[in-house]
């Protein structure tokens, strides 16, 4: 038997779903070319709902939550990893069906894995982690559609999140206005230190609204979906595009097509799971050189294993402020 390391484990039996952290030993990992000892994790939306069981988030049990990892290989019999290499992993089904971040150890496909960039260290990576590389993929696709600085501010709803506190860091740092949309007025200083030029209240955008309205703003990177992307499509102005990353309101979508085919508005979806290698080494190069670090700082705290049955309730709360980093050693 290998030596024990610490996991947290979720089960769901005739007890019911708990969350526990337990020893386990490395047989009990799944099959994997590569192991990696972790350094590091982070608490997404999504941890949250996998963590407490308010979402059917875990397709087997018992299983390691976490979709988001940093650290060392430890073993590997692929040819695209040595021992001692630094890599990260966002997504691929990690956490939900494969044993994944919050534990000491992790064993991998090496496809899944791609290497830590060089200006960043595993805390750092993880303070991105996949809120923030899917800011930066909503990003590159507000790009792609066309849109830069001069055509107008930008708006960033679901604000004082994670995907809302790195993509107001980064598009403040390529030059746009951005235009914060929050439930906590109370953070409008901390969103203003991360680039925000204006701060709205989420109440203005969470009900119901016309089908096209004024236009404000050239585009929009938005978590929130439901009520709230349907009136920032309808303020979207002429030609802008918006990308649509997540549901913290709600999964409907209860829009018109009057931004398509009257303004020529571009929805564009997001997804971090499958995204292909390329696109996310490109989104983690462009991290790395792009992401302001002290930014970075300001807007994660570090936690620690058991510290996560009480992250996943904050989170789905909404009442955490950008990002839990996981200390798996603390
Ligand atoms: P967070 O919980 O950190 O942020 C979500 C924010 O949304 C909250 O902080 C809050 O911001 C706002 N919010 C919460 N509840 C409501 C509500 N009822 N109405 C309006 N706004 C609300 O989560 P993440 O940033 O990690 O993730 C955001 C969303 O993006 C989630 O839905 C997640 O599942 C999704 N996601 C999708 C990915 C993909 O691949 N497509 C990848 C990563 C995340 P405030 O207090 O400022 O209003």
Redesign the pocket.
């Known amino acids: 038997m290998s030596e024990l390391f610490r996991a947290l484990v979720v089960n769901k039996d005739e007890h019911g779903y708990r969350a526990q952290i337990q020893d386990w030993s490395r047989d009990q990992l799944m099959d994997g070319d590569v192991l990696v000892r972790i350094a590091h994790s982070t608490?997404?939306?999504?941890d949250?709902?996998a963590v407490s069981g308010k979402g059917p988030i875990i397709r087997q049990f018992p299983m390691i939550p976490g979709i988001d990892l940093a650290g060392a290989v430890e073993e590997s019999s692929s040819p695209d990893f040595a021992v001692g290499d630094k890599v990260l992993l966002n997504?691929y089904g990690v956490g939900e069906k494969h044993h994944g971040g919050f534990a000491q150890y992790a064993r991998l496909k090496s496809e899944w894995l791609i290497p830590l960039p060089k200006t960043l260290d595993t805390e750092q990576a993880m303070a991105i982690?996949?809120?923030g590389?899917?800011a930066m993929?909503c990003v590159m696709a507000l790009e792609h559609n066309g849109v830069t600085p001069d055509k107008g501010p930008v708006l960033v709803?679901?604000?004082?999140?994670?995907?809302?506190?790195v993509a107001i860091s980064l598009l403040s740092g390529l030059g746009y206005q951005v235009i914060?949309?929050?439930?906590?007025m109370q953070?409008s200083e901390y969103?203003q230190s991360l680039g925000a030029t204006e701060i709205i209240d989420?109440a203005e955008l969470?009900g119901p609204g016309k089908p096209l309205g004024k236009e404000r703003w050239a585009a929009v990177v938005d978590?929130?979906?439901?009520q709230?992307l349907a009136n920032a499509l309808a303020h979207t102005s002429y030609g802008g595009a918006v990308a649509?990353?997540?549901?913290?309101?709600?999964m409907d979508l209860p829009a018109t097509v009057a931004p398509f085919i009257l303004r020529g508005v571009t929805l564009a979806?997001?997804?971090?799971?499958m995204?292909p290698r390329e696109k996310r080494i490109l989104a983690w190069d462009r991290l790395a050189r792009e992401m302001d670090l002290a930014k970075l700082t300001s807007i994660s705290r570090l936690i620690g294993l058991d510290d996560l049955p009480e992250a996943a309730e904050a989170?789905?709360a909404?009442?955490?402020?950008?990002?839990l980093v996981v200390d798996v050693n603390l």
């Open positions: 608490v997404n939306y999504k949250g709902l997504g982690g996949t809120a590389y899917t993929l709803t679901g604000a004082s999140g994670g995907v809302g506190g914060a949309s929050t439930g906590r953070e969103l989420r969470g978590s929130v979906g439901s709230t649509a990353c997540g549901l913290a309101q709600g979806g997001i997804d971090s799971v995204a989170i789905l909404g009442t955490v402020r950008g990002r």
